[in-house]
């Protein structure tokens, strides 16, 4: 069985009276202990993909199972709890709440998963080069720092399935080395792994590599 398994997704978005195919017949899937990256020029439907894979948005067309449940077409609640019981989700952008600080998010994610302990924040913080931001807000982080606190979030809850989308921006080589160990090692520990990413870095670590294009995964 897959970690997780997309069968031909499709995702339109209407933009006044054109039609925009986002998705066009994608087939995926993730590996357990498997570290893959996903990449594709701007606009070639990767964020949308990993916003389809982990139900925070749902395919006009196909399926996605997750430990041989299905995710689509479910009411959110039920998707909610797929995500909590087996997703650590890094997006663009909203992955931090910002009346808490970095400790205070990584924690909460701990207590709604009933996942991970306090005692091991430090450590995930210091893994992912944040030594000392525990007790910043997050309006205070730079934007490379905002994305590493936000996979932190991430990795608390020790999640099955890592979904993550350019979490190597705006870092320095050493940093973006530190991260990449990190997340290799979510995968020795039987994590399925899946990285939007344009660094060449990060792809050279992948065990497997998926291009994206016009919406499509290109093959060959």
Do not use: W
Not at 46 to 60: N, V
Not at 98 to 104: E, F, M, Q
Not at 105 to 132: F, T, Y
């Amino acid at each position: 069985m897959f970690a997780l398994e997309a069968t031909e997704l499709y995702r339109f978005f209407h933009a006044g009276d054109e039609e925009v195919v986002a998705l066009r017949g994608v087939v995926l899937t993730l590996n357990t202990g498997e570290f893959t990256a996903l990449r594709g020029p701007s606009g070639s439907g990767k964020s949308t993909l990993l916003a389809c894979l982990a139900g925070i948005d749902e395919p006009d067309g196909g399926v996605v199972s997750v430990m041989g449940e299905r995710m689509t077409r479910r009411p959110e609640p039920e998707r909610a709890r797929l995500r909590a019981r087996h997703f650590g989700v890094l997006m663009q952008s909203g992955n931090l709440f910002d009346h808490l600080t970095v400790r205070a998010n990584v924690r909460l994610q701990m207590e709604i998963s009933g996942r991970g302990a306090p005692g091991e924040i430090d450590g995930l913080l210091g893994s992912l080069g944040l030594d000392g931001l525990a007790g910043v807000f997050p309006v205070h982080l730079s934007g490379g720092e905002a994305a590493r606190a936000g996979l932190a979030v991430a990795l608390a809850a020790k999640p099955s399935i890592l979904l993550c989308d350019e979490p190597t921006a705006e870092v320095d080589a050493a940093t973006e080395q530190l991260v990449i160990d990190r997340l290799i090692g979510n995968c020795r520990s039987g994590g399925a792994v899946l990285i939007v990413t344009h660094s060449p870095a990060l792809a050279a670590r992948a065990d497997r590599i998926i291009d994206i294009r016009d919406g499509g995964i290109v093959h060959g």
